[in-house]
């Protein structure tokens, strides 16, 4: 068996050098993606400019004996390098959206130690050596051979790069630590970004109250709020501080409660968001919430996954509002109105035994 690659790495300096050298091909034939649009270009420079990893090249390299030319061939990954050379040409701004601090600013208006550290950056390259087209294309045929199909919250991570998207990624770098740990996530969903998505419609509910959970809804805030996301630091700094509050409440109970599974995870963040914030066309009252209050909302808790308990063992709901609360939690729990009565039957009970 012959090694038809060699992995190296190289430096955006190489390929700006190749380029200006006439020694870089980014052929058009093995084009496989639209081209970026500014918020992908920026958010790929961002990643860059944090010193993060990013996906391999693959470039043929051919060497010409007649001339003693090499020229290089990029095959996949050009929409990478594109970006990166038009960067280094001031071509575009980064986004403030990715980065707060550099955003708005031109290669050229860097500080000399970030674009340094850009120019030095490297790229991880599979090398193909003098490869013809056929074995190029039967080389990707049998990489996507092994691919899983993405999942819809893969899908919009590829596809938006704004403000609600990195709203949504910075929260899930600050919490996956807590996701993790509280078993609401196992490492496999958290690696399908299962966790980005629930975030998502946290966020959402933040803003625009509570909504039914499927694909399209989310689809539409990654969308309707790309190019501004007006309440972003406010509903970030909330958000955690909720978080905050639940792992107060729940100490290392979490793991072992019905409370870490979104269905149940989703109505007890809004309520306590709720009760300290306000839910947007949420109409049941607040009360405010003190730290010596935890351990008797912990039992507030505790009484519900006991209720649930007796009513799945056949036992008959003791009231109308154990009822209610009971079936809004069956396999209809993404519904709006049984999350809104999820949320309802939480606050209820939390003021109640906090008064």
């Given amino acids: 068996m012959q090694q038809q690659f060699n992995t190296r790495s190289y430096s955006v300096r190489d390929f700006e050098e190749w380029q200006e050298r006439d020694e870089l091909t980014l052929a058009p034939k093995f084009q496989r993606r639209e081209v970026w649009n500014p918020k992908a270009k920026s958010y790929l420079m961002d990643t860059i400019i944090r010193g993060k990893p990013i996906p391999k090249l693959y470039m043929r390299q051919n060497i010409s004996p007649a001339t003693r030319?090499?020229?290089?061939?990029?095959?996949?990954?050009?929409?990478?390098?594109?970006?990166?050379?038009?960067?280094?040409?001031?071509?575009?701004?980064?986004?403030?959206?990715?980065?707060?601090?550099?955003?708005?600013k031109l290669f050229s208006q860097l500080d000399a130690t970030t674009q340094r550290e850009i120019l030095k950056y490297e790229f991880v390259v599979d090398l193909l050596q003098d490869m013809p087209d056929p074995e190029v294309y039967d080389l990707f045929a049998r990489i996507n051979t092994y691919s899983e199909r993405l999942k819809p919250q893969e899908l919009r991570h590829a596809k938006w790069f704004g403000e609600f998207r990195s709203s949504v990624y910075e929260l899930a770098r600050q919490t996956v630590t807590f996701f993790e740990l509280n078993k609401v996530f196992t490492p496999k969903n958290i690696l399908r970004m299962a966790e980005a998505e629930l975030i998502s419609e946290l966020l959402l509910a933040l803003e625009e109250g509570v909504r039914e959970g499927n694909k399209a809804v989310i689809d539409s805030a990654y969308k309707n709020y790309d190019d501004k996301f007006p309440n972003r630091a406010q509903f970030e700094k909330r958000f955690i501080d909720v978080i905050d509050i639940i792992a107060a409440i729940m100490g290392d109970g979490l793991p072992a409660s019905k409370f870490r599974g979104p269905k149940l995870f989703y109505p007890l963040f809004l309520a306590l968001y709720h009760m300290k914030h306000g839910l947007p066309r949420l109409t049941i009252g607040r009360r405010a919430l003190r730290v010596t209050d935890y351990p008797k909302i912990k039992n507030v808790l505790e009484s519900i996954e006991e209720v649930i308990d007796e009513i799945d063992d056949g036992a008959k709901a003791a009231n109308d509002d154990d009822k209610r609360l009971f079936e809004a939690q069956d396999e209809h729990w993404v519904h709006a109105s049984s999350r809104t009565t999820l949320i309802t039957q939480l606050c209820k009970r939390i003021a109640h035994a906090v008064k």
Avoid: C, M
């Fill in 69 to 104: 030319k090499t020229t290089r061939e990029i095959v996949d990954g050009q929409q990478r390098l594109r970006t990166v050379l038009s960067f280094i040409k001031d071509g575009f701004k980064l986004s403030r959206a990715h980065n707060r601090v550099l955003g708005g």
